[in-house]
């Protein structure tokens, strides 16, 4: 059933009251992808105000070169205003019109980067507590244009497309054994989906979005391939996704770059999860046309 009826409005762009949970985290995401241009990349701002810090995570890709960009102040005061909150003066994250446009502004003695992510398709909400990492998801296919300026004067363009989400709620990785989330850009539509799996349960939740609307995702069945290296990082994905309607989709991911991946590891009291976040090519095996996407990995490991 395609969900034509908005569920959403420009408040939800806004903070939402967190409850009393230590774990409870707010979030903004963005990521985007020049494959001709050869620039890529995501970033990420957190909001953990019983854990009393907030979390700037801004990765660039320019061809095998990465820039990196990781904090986490402290937060002293929690304010509902997001001028204040999505900002350490090296990344910010300008709201332009609720739901359609933002702006990613970051600085760092190497370079300037600049952005605008403009919302192409509907957003889709993903549902109240579709996954146990959130209460409230929603995310949304968008074009993105902007510029890089060196410190040497030099500029790069960047034109492609992106995605966004946004969650709040009790967010703890290690409960899950494994998920796959994953965003995938064509010229006349996307898809984005979250599998979660946890023990002997498994909840998806997604859609594929055109300007018509979206149309929920029914199943998805996902083949990796990994490297040899300690880490068995992942390389290669293909994605048979079948939507509500009964349309069938087969897509092939492979890494954009060499080196537009990340790795990131957190340890808990008995283990430790890892998150793979990768910049890809998309192929679509139906029709052959090249896209551009976001595959991610977490896997929860628990000590013997």
């Not at 370079?111 to 579709?130: A, M, Q, V, W």
């Not at 994905?237 to 349309?247: A, R």
């Not at 090249?290 to 628990?302: A, D, P, Q």
Request: proline share 4%.
């Amino acid at each position: 059933m395609s969900n034509k009826t908005p569920t959403l409005t420009g408040s939800d762009e806004l903070l939402h009251q967190p409850d009393n949970r230590l774990k409870w985290r707010e979030s903004y995401y963005f990521n985007w992808a020049d494959a001709e241009n050869n620039v890529s990349g995501f970033t990420t701002i957190g909001i953990l105000p019983n854990e009393k810090k907030r979390e700037f995570v801004f990765l660039l890709f320019i061809g095998d070169e990465t820039e990196i960009h990781y904090q986490e102040p402290p937060l002293e005061r929690y304010v509902d205003d997001i001028n204040v909150m999505l900002t350490d003066n090296s990344l910010t994250y300008q709201m332009v019109n609720p739901l359609q446009t933002w702006k990613i502004l970051y600085a760092c003695p190497k370079l300037e980067f600049n952005l605008i992510f403009k919302t192409r398709f509907p957003t889709y909400d993903f549902g109240r507590d579709s996954s146990a990492s959130w209460h409230g998801h929603f995310e949304a296919s968008g074009k993105v244009k902007g510029y890089i300026k060196f410190e040497d004067g030099t500029m790069r363009n960047i034109q492609g497309f992106g995605q966004r989400d946004k969650s709040w709620g009790y967010r703890d990785w290690h409960q899950f054994d494994k998920w796959y989330a994953t965003h995938i850009q064509f010229k006349d539509w996307a898809c984005a989906f979250r599998k979660d799996h946890q023990g002997n349960r498994i909840d998806l939740s997604g859609s594929i979005a055109t300007k018509k609307g979206n149309t929920p995702l029914a199943k998805v069945e996902i083949e990796t391939t990994n490297d040899k290296d300690q880490f068995q990082t992942p390389l290669t994905s293909t994605y048979h996704i079948t939507d509500t309607k009964g349309n069938s989709f087969t897509v092939k991911s492979r890494l954009l770059g060499k080196k537009t991946y990340l790795r990131f590891a957190r340890n808990f009291p008995g283990g430790y999860t890892e998150l793979f976040e990768q910049m890809t090519i998309m192929e679509s095996e139906e029709t052959g046309e090249v896209g551009t996407g976001m595959t991610e990995y977490l896997r929860t490991i628990k000590s013997k």
